[in-house]
Nanobody, 115 residues
Framework: QVQLVESGGGLVQAGGSLRLSCAAS????????RGWYRQAPGKQRDLVAN??????TNYGHFAKGRFVISRDNANTVSLQMHSLTPDDSAVYYC??????????WGQGTQVTVSS
């Protein structure tokens, strides 16, 4: 089992920046890939960015050039977001996939970008 806890969401003005963090606990040695998804009301859940154990990253098209995912330490992955727009408003979920292909999700953290 892996537990994921997000932090750092909140309200920010358009053009601003926000940093989300995800702390993992439990069997973190089993994790292969960690990342972030987001879901706005009435929309599907989309990949924002992820990073695997080799450091390879993958970004959603809307995140390229504005968001950066990083591994802060063995437990924590962060998402630095810049140039935010109201379209970035959503619940952001931390996600991990283990080497045995089990998926784990955090509870989500709300990001609201005001115009």
């Amino acid at each position: 089992q892996v537990q994921l806890v997000e932090s750092g969401g909140g309200l920010v003005q358009a053009g601003g920046s926000l940093r989300l963090s995800c702390a993992a606990s439990g069997r973190i040695d089993d994790i292969d890939t960690r990342g972030w998804y987001r879901q706005a009301p009435g929309k599907q859940r989309d990949l924002v960015a992820n990073i695997d154990n080799t450091g390879r990253t993958n970004y959603g098209h809307f995140a390229k050039g504005r968001f950066v995912i990083s591994r802060d330490n063995a437990n924590t992955v962060s998402l630095q977001m810049h140039s935010l727009t109201p379209d970035d408003s959503a619940v952001y979920y931390c996600h991990s996939i283990t080497k045995s292909h089990f998926n784990f999700w955090g509870q989500g953290t709300q990001v609201t970008v005001s115009s």
